[in-house]
């Protein structure tokens, strides 16, 4: 009897034991079901993120491209340019020397008109001149010709262009 007891009371703690079993099995399963949840729900965002960074990295991709390809056409230009300007500059200043050629040119052809003129005449033109431009004429004739014109020129008006004779070769 005692004996029967025990295996009853030993049943009893078995079946008890069971349920309580039963019972963690079941909470068990329910979390493993929830973590399953969560886990794919972390697994989709993880996917939605993977594809926005592929996403944004190839749009900065195209946009380094781009970047690039405007950078290279903005050096071509820029060599072009340069080229242009040389060339403008090597044009500008072969003007420059050629109408510096033609001022000698067109100062010669006057200085050999007033060498050739009569000093009274010469003194006569060169005084009704603007002062600058006679002395300008006159620092281009031979001095003999220059002695000559100013002895025939008002006094005042030869000290005038004698001093900005002066001031021009200065």
């Known amino acids: 009897m005692i004996r029967n007891l025990f295996i009853i009371c030993l049943i009893m703690i078995n079946l008890s034991a069971n349920s309580e079993l039963y019972d963690c099995t079941k909470v068990f399963e329910e979390r493993k079901q929830e973590l399953i949840l969560e886990l794919e729900r972390i697994d989709e965002q993880e996917q939605a993120l993977n594809a ?36 403008v500059s090597k044009k500008l200043n072969k003007i420059e020397k050629l ?20 000093a009274q005449s010469a003194a006569d033109v060169l005084s009704k001149l603007k002062p ?39």
Do not use: F, H
């Open 52 to 87: 926005l960074k592929e996403a944004t990295e190839d749009l900065l991709k195209r946009k380094a491209a781009k970047l690039a390809e405007k950078e290279t056409r903005l050096n071509l230009q820029e060599t072009d340019l340069k080229a242009r300007e040389d060339a």
């Open 99 to 118: 109408l510096k050629e033609l001022k000698e040119l067109k100062m010669n052809k006057i200085s050999q008109t007033y060498s050739k003129m009569k």
């Open 132 to 170: 600058n431009e006679a002395a300008g004429i006159l620092t281009t004739l031979k001095p003999k010709t220059m002695a000559k014109i100013l002895g025939k020129m008002d006094a005042l008006k030869a000290a005038e262009m004698t001093q900005l004779m002066s001031e021009v070769k200065e």
